[in-house]
């Protein structure tokens, strides 16, 4: 039932805080794809959405393989690789975009799309049409950009309304989001790496708002989560490999063996080469359990490391 439109009522849209797409587009095309035929068009540096409109293509990347048909497609994200291509002698038709914008990935993670689960069904064809439509206004002058800028638009909007479990976002959710894609971003390579101020500014928000939203969520802030990662990873390696400790603390970030030593026996109450040797009943962060729970729950939660000193 349509909405009764009230008058002289002042509707409160956003505020300074509010999040905002302020999205760009970049390239965008409709390809048909021949047997062998690998599609080219996903950039390291930018986010794209491909959608099969006929045929099958075999996909295969970061998060897997898998082939989609008609009705399905994929999202592409900055330093993703992915690999697209048509092992079938029947021939496949793909529509693409490529574009960019400021906070893009926390409105695909309120639509659960993530780098490692990129996938999009869309059994009603409402993004094919909208992406179709998108090129289509693409080859039409004038006004064009303003044109395929409001189909981009819509479709991060049907995205949105076709996940229900995530409603709004108040002061928590907002937090949980910028948390998920913080520790993103350490997972995948960032843990060796990674500074707060950088993992900040790339989510444009302060080092201080970052470390509340960490602790706000996980009870810990985000230097500790940090070196949390770290010696899960290396407790991992001193498991499962024979390298010498050395080569573990490097391969985790830490350049100096005697504080990589001290750092772990700090979280572990061992060495690692205790650790190592099979010392009984040793806490060991478990990060990746954690950023599991946060995926499947968006409620309120105490902090999963119990004594762990806040500060």
Same mark, same amino acid.
Do not use: W
């Given at each position: 039932m349509q909405a009764q439109i009230q008058r002289n009522h002042a509707v409160a849209i956003s505020g300074r805080t509010h999040l905002n797409l302020t999205l760009n587009i970049f390239q965008c095309?409709?390809?048909?794809?021949?047997?062998?035929?690998?599609?080219?068009?996903?950039?390291?540096?930018?986010?794209?959405?491909?959608?099969?409109?006929?045929?099958?293509?075999?996909?295969?990347g970061d998060s897997g393989g898998a082939m989609l048909t008609s009705g399905q497609g994929v999202v592409h994200f900055p330093g993703q690789k992915l690999t697209l291509v048509n092992d079938l002698a029947q021939a496949a038709s793909v529509t693409w975009v490529n574009f960019g914008g400021y906070l893009v990935d926390v409105y695909l993670s309120r639509a659960n799309i993530y780098a490692s689960k990129p996938f999009v069904n869309d059994p009603e064809g409402e993004i094919s049409r909208l992406l179709t439509a998108l090129y289509e206004r693409s080859l039409v002058m004038p006004n064009r950009y303003c044109m395929m800028m409001a189909r981009l638009y819509e479709i991060f909007s049907y995205l949105l309304e076709q996940n229900p479990t995530r409603p709004g976002m108040d002061g928590r959710q907002n937090s949980m989001y910028f948390v998920l894609i913080a520790i993103d971003n350490i997972e995948n390579g960032g843990y060796r790496?990674?500074?707060v101020d950088e993992l900040a500014k790339s989510l444009g928000i302060s080092r201080k708002h970052l470390s509340a +939203?960490?602790?706000?969520?996980?009870? *810990? @802030?985000t230097k500790k989560y940090i070196i949390l990662y770290r010696i899960e990873r290396a407790c991992a390696l001193l498991r499962e490999t024979v390298q010498?400790?050395?080569?573990?603390?490097?391969?985790?970030?830490?350049?100096?063996?005697?504080?990589?030593?001290?750092?772990?026996?700090?979280?572990?109450?061992?060495?690692?080469?205790?650790?190592? +040797?099979?010392?009984?009943?040793?806490? *060991? @962060?478990?990060c990746t359990k954690l950023k599991e729970d946060l995926l499947n729950q968006f409620g309120g939660r105490s902090s999963v490391f119990e004594g762990e000193d806040e500060s």
């Open positions: 095309g409709c390809q048909k794809m021949h047997q062998n035929y690998i599609f080219p068009y996903f950039s390291d540096d930018t986010f794209g959405l491909l959608m099969v409109n006929e045929g099958s293509v075999h996909l295969s790496t990674a500074k +939203s960490f602790l706000q969520v996980i009870g *810990v @802030p010498p400790i050395s080569e573990v603390a490097e391969l985790v970030g830490y350049s100096d063996q005697f504080h990589f030593a001290k750092e772990f026996k700090r979280i572990t109450g061992v060495t690692p080469s205790e650790y190592r +040797s099979g010392q009984a009943g040793v806490p *060991v @962060p478990d």
